[in-house]
């Protein structure tokens, strides 16, 4: 558990950002640029904001996101003006509906928030997040409503657009990249980015990409979907992934694999990483480290390689879980500068 793991820091750089292929309204392909401008904005959403940048231009009246929450990244990068504009317009389009579709009881509270608050409409599906998405893609071919899971192709664009920061960061590809497995479109995604900046010739090498699933939830590891996964990584708790063929194919073309963790190994990585490097993920982020740590100790060797471990989400979209989880020291003292000073400085 020595090796090295490479973070991307969590700053606000210069980098090439992403601009659409084929005009300003156009909805095409993104392609690295070097225009650099000041809008702030996470990894995936740049992923989302493609698709809402397809669906402005487009007939569908409504947008329809079926997901595991919001997710962000520790790593931040500076999205193109037309992606500002577009969030300002997306609120005012008339007869725009947000629908989130709930696996009842499968998400937490913490991931539905922020849709909440926007007002959109919360649709609870009594069944797990493979049923919820079945009857949202059946749904959205009969509707004028556009699905912006990874199963739509904008969002994969947006999404590899994660790979170009990554490699623009550390000045080459990792020589591995370690990653949650849920739905299987980041590992899609990230391989799709990495391929393309090599063709490119931005990057001298591709990373073995090395995807991760729950044990309770790991049909690509078995070969055949799972009907009832379980595992406290809710994000990843998918029992038939969308995008299953893409990833087998990224794992393949880059010489990887795709592994299964325990939710011990997950939580004892979701510990890790709060209370040794400040890093607070939500329980599927921390099965890409899981997945490190599980591979070095079967006797992985890398020494003098780089590495890098995809956090994919805030421990935020899960906090009832932190604070179950987490043994943390809760000291009840008097209201006294003597009681403050003795639970405070005494030895832990």
């Known amino acids: 558990r020595t090796a090295e793991i490479q973070r991307v820091p969590a700053r606000y750089r210069e980098h090439p950002h992403v601009l659409p292929r084929g005009g300003r309204h156009a909805p095409g392909k993104v392609q690295p640029s070097r225009q650099r401008v000041g809008l702030q904005g996470t990894l995936l959403q740049a992923g989302r904001l493609q698709s809402y940048r397809f669906l402005q231009g487009s007939r569908h009246g409504g947008r329809h996101c079926q997901s595991r929450g919001r997710r962000r990244r520790w790593h931040y990068v500076r999205l193109h003006r037309q992606y500002q504009r577009l969030g300002s317009g997306l609120q005012r389009l008339p007869r725009s509906p947000g629908l989130c579709p709930d696996s009842q009881g499968e998400v937490a509270l913490g991931k539905l928030a922020q849709a909440m608050a926007y007002g959109a409409k919360i649709i609870m599906v009594e069944g797990n997040f493979d049923v919820a998405l079945s009857l949202v893609r059946e749904f959205t071919k009969n509707h004028p409503i556009t699905l912006v899971n990874s199963v739509n192709p904008h969002r994969i664009e947006g999404q590899k657009t994660a790979a170009f920061e990554v490699a623009d960061v550390l000045g080459d590809a990792p ?47 078995h070969g ?40 011990d190994e997950i939580l004892e990585a979701y510990r890790l990483l709060a209370s040794r490097e ?71």
């Open 175 to 221: 020589d591995y990249l370690f990653i949650p497995v849920g739905n299987a479109g980041n590992i899609t995604a990230y391989w799709k980015g990495f391929v393309e900046y090599h063709q490119l010739e931005r990057t001298k090498t591709l990373p073995h990409m090395m995807g991760f699933q729950a044990a309770g939830a790991a049909p690509i590891v």
């Open 224 to 263: 055949y979907p799972i009907a009832n996964p379980q595992t406290i990584a809710s994000a990843i708790r998918i029992g038939n992934p969308a995008s299953w063929q893409p990833a087998i194919k990224a794992r393949d073309q880059s010489g990887g694999t795709i592994d299964m963790v325990s939710d």
């Open 278 to 348: 400040g890093l607070f993920g939500e329980p599927a982020s921390a099965a890409s480290v899981a997945g490190l740590m599980k591979l070095v100790d079967q006797g992985l060797n890398l020494a003098d390689q780089r590495v890098v471990c995809i956090i994919t989400g805030t421990g935020l979209k899960d906090p009832d879980l932190a604070v179950s989880s987490v043994t943390a020291q809760t000291i009840e003292v008097e209201p006294t500068m003597e009681a403050v000073e003795a639970a405070t400085l005494s030895p832990v």
